[in-house]
């Protein structure tokens, strides 16, 4: 298995499985087993998510799955996560997999990961952005409610590092999350990470950056993505679904294909049932095998 070093002279494992044009998946490509996959599970999240996107797209395309978020939380990055680095790192991760030209696919951060990556390189092939807005993106409240789960994480120091892949018990029904009774599980370090990327955004003009982005673009969000934060995690509506539903129109001038799905939240709309319906089809189109 091939590794990738990244900007800050760390390694991530780099899973490559198809035959076909290159396809870049920030996914883990291991399904999450045991009380880990419990607790996604409780939240809404499908434990085997990166498995099945990878075998729902690797007979057509050569998929490179990578688990970036994974390697952040386990390797943070506190001072060094700019848009640049991200984008370079996924860069390096196309280098390792020998690919010069490549589709990305990410989602809710690491779409908007993607789109950093888009103006900064003419190797993409084809950009895809799931749960987050390529246009009106919400960068400020964003840096709000990052910094108020730096804060927390700041007076909780004894908190053992979280592993990336479990979520904090809930009662909640699943895929219902109160944030108030959340508490924060991540380190300082890992929280900050995220303030330092979210403040390196605060003057990005997502408008201006379409100019930017030549390759086939496709973006897909839940229309009832919208998440509420109490005070305790900076009192913000992150709204994720309203810019894409206001722009459709715009987006599509611009380029953009757009795929609204009716009635879905952030986490039912990054499924791989929903998600595989939109992206392989036209990955096909826009790629096609052996292109």
Not at 78 to 95: F, H, I, S, Y
Not at 178 to 193: F, G, I, K
Request: proline share 9%.
């Amino acid at each position: 298995m091939p590794e990738a070093r990244l900007h800050d002279a760390s390694t991530i494992a780099v899973e490559i499985k198809g035959r076909g044009p290159t396809v870049l998946l920030p996914v883990n490509p291991r399904p999450v087993e045991g009380p880990q996959a419990e607790e996604l599970r409780r939240w809404g999240a499908d434990p085997a998510l990166g498995r099945s996107l990878v075998d729902g797209l690797s007979d057509a395309f050569q998929v490179v799955a990578f688990d970036y978020e994974g390697h952040v939380l386990q390797e943070p990055k506190p001072d060094t996560l700019t848009p640049a680095n991200v984008a370079g790192d996924l860069l390096a991760v196309a280098d390792a997999a020998g690919a010069d030209r490549f589709a990305y696919y990410g989602y809710s951060w690491l779409a908007l990961a993607g789109l950093q990556l888009g103006i900064r390189t003419d190797r993409l092939a084809a950009l895809a952005m799931g749960g987050y807005p390529p246009l009106d993106g919400p960068y400020t409240e964003m840096l709000r409610v990052t910094a108020a789960a730096h804060e927390l994480a700041k007076a909780s120091p004894a908190s053992p590092p979280s592993d990336p892949t479990t979520a904090p018990p809930s009662d909640d029904p699943p895929g219902e999350v109160d944030w108030s009774t959340v508490e924060v599980s991540l380190t300082e370090a890992q929280t900050r990470q995220f303030v330092t990327l979210y403040q390196a955004l605060q003057d990005f003009d997502d408008r201006a950056a379409q100019a930017r982005l030549r390759c086939p673009r496709l973006c897909l969000v839940g229309s009832a993505d919208e998440i509420a934060y109490d005070e305790r995690w900076g009192g913000v509506q992150v709204s994720l679904a309203d810019p894409v539903i206001r722009h459709r129109a715009e987006l599509q001038t611009l380029g953009w294909e757009v795929h609204v799905l009716d009635g879905l939240d952030h986490m039912q709309a990054m499924q791989a049932t929903q998600v595989l319906p939109i992206l392989r089809p036209w990955l096909l189109g826009n790629l096609g095998p052996g292109s």
